[in-house]
């Protein structure tokens, strides 16, 4: 059984960063593509990055690219998102994803954790 658990959201003013990391356990994350998802309130989950197995390919929703950064150590079983220039459209709770196989997608995700409430204040 995988678990994921994020980390490191939280409140930050507009223009700010954070870094959240998603820590997986029961089982290594070897050949899993990995993505981070958030859902703000009163609106659907919706795809923000994902992360393809080892992490040569990585794609970004276009109201991210350019300020979020994803990246992961894989001897640590752990996934990051840098995010950087923070809006207050990017309130929401986020969420750590892993897929069942290694190549990139924005969709084909099984294991899911329990997410992370990130604000951004303007």
């Known amino acids: 059984q995988v678990q994921l658990v994020e980390s490191g959201g939280g409140l930050v003013q507009a223009g700010g960063s954070l870094r959240l990391s998603c820590a997986a356990s029961g089982r290594s994350f070897s050949s899993n593509a990995m993505g981070w998802f958030r859902q703000a309130p009163g609106k659907e989950r919706e795809f923000v990055a994902g992360i393809s197995w080892p992490g040569g390919r990585t794609t970004y929703a276009d109201s991210v690219k350019g300020r979020f950064t994803i990246s992961r150590d894989n001897p640590k079983n752990t996934l990051f998102l840098q995010m950087n220039t923070l809006k207050p459209e990017d309130t929401a709770v986020y969420y750590c994803?892993?897929?069942?196989?290694?190549?990139?997608?924005?969709?084909?995700?099984?294991?899911w954790g329990q997410g992370t409430q990130v604000t951004v204040s303007s």
């Open positions: 994803a892993a897929a069942r196989r290694p190549a990139l997608t924005t969709n084909a995700y099984d294991y």
